[in-house]
């Protein structure tokens, strides 16, 4: 039996949509709702073989979700609210109170807005996304897809920071790490495609994208990963500087007299690639500037590889070597350069790569004699939020499937 999944990703002033046919995963539409709050919003809606497009006004959430189904109704897309058999929601944080996705319920949708003080941008309104939802659709269930649920398997030395313990205890502060669903899924289908079980591997994921993120995982659980407390730590991305020296802050504050919101602001919106290069925050934009000479360019990708390449090293001791290196996400799966540059001269390590499948993006581009598999698989964050409302609303009907 087909069951049609939503997975919804709602931003601050966006919302992100897909409708999927489950358990084969076959997408229905796919969508976003943009400029919420503004007259001129922008609503894109496509499937396979159309595109929809208008700007219209959009006063809040409620009003997007309510356009959205009608929508899906207009263009019969659905020919009832009661074909949505579930939605999914991403939630940006779950803390230490949300160790998978979980079934909504009032008491779930209140530890979401509890948690809020750790991810004051998001969870507000992924919590709103998914009042509106339950409130329009009440006889589809809402299941919450956590994206720091993954990471609930760290131990302890991989996710306390040595600072005081009471800001452990009372604030909790601890690494919590990002990009979790992402991470399971591509792991699931890297499994799957060697034909081994995921619990019999031990795997590094790089997920490289405006934000990026490394995880080590070992016998299928999250056992490291590059983001901390938040999300701005870790690799070198977009346009965020990643792990720093903690002391440069309070000098730039003395020097500059920059607030703490300002700092903020530098560490999350002016630095990375962006910063380094003073090009862009775009790794094509970076990278065409690097091939024509620009020094800063070829800087900020040198600096980009070589922070990952740490993170890979430091993952492979902890997990006592590797079997498979995985690339994904916007650079991960389309830049060949970056793919390149992380693995350069890593052979001793049995992990080398043939250009010739690298620049073609193949699924494996290790090469034919190498030890460890490197391995090119599109991220569909959307299909695994999907697969987790099949697990955990529709259980008896699941029959999961990873496509080819």
């Known amino acids: 039996m087909t069951h049609n999944i939503m997975a919804i990703n709602a931003g601050s002033s966006s919302l992100k949509f897909q409708l999927l046919a489950m358990p084969q995963g076959d997408m229905r539409c796919q969508g976003l709702i943009e400029r919420i709050g503004m007259a001129d919003a922008q609503v894109t809606i496509k499937t396979l073989s159309q595109k929809w497009q208008e700007t219209v006004p959009v006063a809040d959430h409620r009003d997007a979700v309510t356009l959205l189904l009608e929508k ?18 991403r939630v940006a944080h779950g803390g230490e109170f949300f160790k998978d996705s979980t079934l909504v319920t009032d008491e779930t949708l209140a530890q979401i807005e509890r948690l809020a003080e750790l991810a004051p941008l998001h969870n507000p309104v992924n919590a709103l996304g998914i009042h509106v939802f339950r409130q329009l659709l009440p006889d589809a269930p809402s299941v919450a897809v956590f994206d720091t649920a993954f990471h609930q398997t760290l131990d302890e030395p991989a996710y306390i920071y040595p600072l005081p313990w009471r800001y452990y205890a009372e604030l909790g502060i601890r690494r919590y790490g990002f990009h979790g669903t992402s991470h399971k899924y591509v792991s699931g289908v890297l499994a799957e495609k060697l034909g081994v079980p995921l619990s019999t591997l031990r795997v590094i994921c790089c997920h490289l994208g405006n934000g990026s993120s490394v995880c080590a995982i070992k016998n299928g659980h999250s056992v490291n990963t590059s983001m901390g407390f938040t999300p701005q730590s870790g690799v070198m991305m977009g346009t965020r500087s990643g792990d720093i020296d903690p002391s440069i802050l309070p000098w730039i504050a003395q020097r500059e007299s920059k607030t703490p919101q300002q700092l903020n602001q530098l560490l999350n919106n002016e630095s990375g690639l962006l910063g380094v290069s003073g090009v862009s925050s775009d790794y094509r934009d970076v990278e065409q500037a690097a091939d024509t000479g620009n020094r800063q360019a070829k800087l900020a990708l040198t600096l980009f590889a070589e922070r990952i390449r740490a ?49 073609r993006s193949a699924t494996f581009i290790q090469t034919e004699n190498a030890l460890v598999k490197v391995a090119v698989i599109n991220t569909n964050e959307e299909l695994m939020i999907a697969q987790d409302v099949m697990r955990i609303a529709l259980p008896a009907t699941e029959g999961l499937c990873v496509p080819a």
């Open 311 to 359: 993170t890979i090293g430091s993952y492979i001791m902890q997990m006592g070597g590797l079997d498979a290196l995985v690339f994904t996400g916007g650079i991960g799966e389309n830049s060949a350069c970056a793919r390149s540059a992380v693995c350069h001269n890593l052979q001793f390590l049995g992990l080398a790569v043939d250009e010739e499948k690298n620049q």
């Open 72 to 89: 899906l109704l207009g263009y019969q897309i659905i020919n009832s609210l009661r074909d949505i058999d579930g939605v999914g929601h």
